[in-house]
């Protein structure tokens, strides 16, 4: 099956810094690559997301960028801020089923 | 619109007991999936409902194991409960199988005692 591996597993940036989390992917049916954001005790919530089809996705100070032929992509958060402060989730789908694969976070400190 | 929803948020459960989760999709989304939480695994497939059909199971023993309702709500139940189940169970929706993004519930803290 899939393995998806993150890195690094934690991090920490002064605030109005970037901050870049990177994942890798071993199956190349993997087609859809989500990222995910979990405050503490809270869900994780859908921050970004990115096809195949796709080498790039800007969202104000997030994107994405995929490349398929290393099998990896990244996040990057621009001019972060404390609110930013979270654990990261990337994800793989393969294009059968809807099983997700995750890695296994990033905790992200934005340090005011 | 609601989000999905899922219940009990927190339960104390003795070691050999059995649990029934519950978990509502978000309105119109008929693919309901699980995933359990821990620190040191992350976040791990558990298994996939779509029509009142399994469509997909991960790696978990047979103590594990779920169902979908008609109105695509969907229980899972863990039997005869070790301490190792202690997690966060996640239930995720989506429009349906394949081709959409998965939002998650809040979650059901279960601990194992």
């Known amino acids: 099956g899939e393995n998806v591996e993150q890195h690094p597993s934690t991090l920490s940036v002064q605030e109005g810094d970037s901050a870049v989390i990177k994942c890798t992917y071993s199956d190349s049916a993997s087609n859809y690559f989500p990222w995910y954001k979990q405050e503490l005790g809270k869900r994780p919530q859908l921050i970004i997301d990115?096809?195949?089809?796709?080498g790039e996705k800007k969202d104000q100070r997030i994107a994405v960028t995929l490349n398929k032929t290393a099998k990896h992509f990244s996040l990057h958060i621009t001019e972060t801020q404390p609110e930013d402060s979270a654990v990261y989730f990337c994800a793989a789908r393969t294009n059968t089923g809807n099983q997700f694969y995750f890695g296994t976070g990033t905790s992200l400190t934005v340090i005011p | 619109k609601a989000g999905v929803t899922q219940t009990p948020r927190y339960l104390i459960k003795t070691r050999g007991q059995q649990v029934t989760l519950s978990c509502s999709p978000i309105?119109?989304?008929?693919?309901v999936s699980w995933y359990q939480q821990t620190p040191g695994q992350g976040l791990q497939f558990l298994f996939e409902y779509f029509s009142e059909t399994q469509r997909n199971k991960g790696n978990f023993p047979g103590r594990f194991s779920g169902r979908q309702f008609s109105n695509s709500r969907s229980e899972m139940n863990v039997s005869t409960l070790e301490l190792g189940d202690s997690a966060l169970y996640l239930c995720a929706s989506s429009l349906n199988v394949g081709g959409n993004t998965i939002y998650f519930g809040e979650g059901s803290w279960l601990t194992v005692v």
């Open positions: 309105s119109g989304h008929r693919s």
């Open positions: 990115i096809r195949s089809n796709v």
